[in-house]
């Protein structure tokens, strides 16, 4: 057996290794670790399945998948990795979920964040409102409204009614005027003094 340049005994599996086989370690002397790779991983593995097991957690094996794939743990389907968004944190350079996952999460999240809202409480009150938009009574509901004063939801709406409140800045009075005017009673302002109006009764 030829003898490997610079080769590295593991104190794991007592294996003279080439110093790639380790894993870099600024503490030691030479830089690199005591046990090999293949023995950490082995090892780690069992120290992962040894401490759930004594939490009474189930333990998650590992799943082989073809290269250039993942396994999404969220959706327990196996997904190439261009169904990944990237993470320079991660071991593999991915993110944990896939993105279809990542966006429905996105979404459950944001309804939390921002309105106190799970998505089964949302779709409650979808079917509450017999599944269509509580103002034009035709469109499907799509977008959470709520007060921006006080915070509270007042509905699920479409793109069109949420996006027409938006712009009358949620004033009833306004709101008022525009269906008067819509309604053919269009009214104009009185001029009473400079910069003054009187509105009709």
């Not at 459950?108 to 779709?123: A, I, P």
């Amino acid at each position: 057996m030829v003898e490997e340049p610079n080769a590295k005994r593991c104190g794991k599996c007592g294996r003279d290794l080439a110093p790639a086989a380790f894993a870099r370690d600024r503490n030691r002397h030479d830089g690199l670790q005591a046990y090999c790779r293949e023995c950490v991983a082995r090892y780690s593995a069992a120290h992962y399945r040894r401490r759930r097991e004594a939490l009474g957690k189930p333990v998650r094996e590992k799943v082989d998948v073809p290269f250039g794939h993942k396994l999404c743990r969220a959706c327990g389907e196996v997904k190439p990795h261009s169904e990944w968004n990237r993470n320079a944190t991660a071991s593999d350079g991915l993110s944990t979920r896939c993105r279809s996952c990542r966006a429905a999460r996105g979404r459950q999240d944001h309804l939390k964040r921002n309105y106190g809202l799970s998505e089964s409480e949302r779709d409650a009150l979808i079917a509450a409102q017999g599944g269509v938009c509580c103002i034009c009574l035709s469109a499907p509901p799509a977008h959470v409204d709520h007060c921006h004063e006080t915070g509270r939801v007042r509905g699920v709406l479409c793109f069109s009614c949420n996006a027409a409140l938006g712009q009358f800045k949620d004033r009833p009075d306004a709101i008022r005027r525009a269906a008067e005017y819509v309604e053919g009673n269009a009214w104009k302002p009185t001029l009473v003094a400079p910069g003054v109006y009187r509105l009709p009764s």
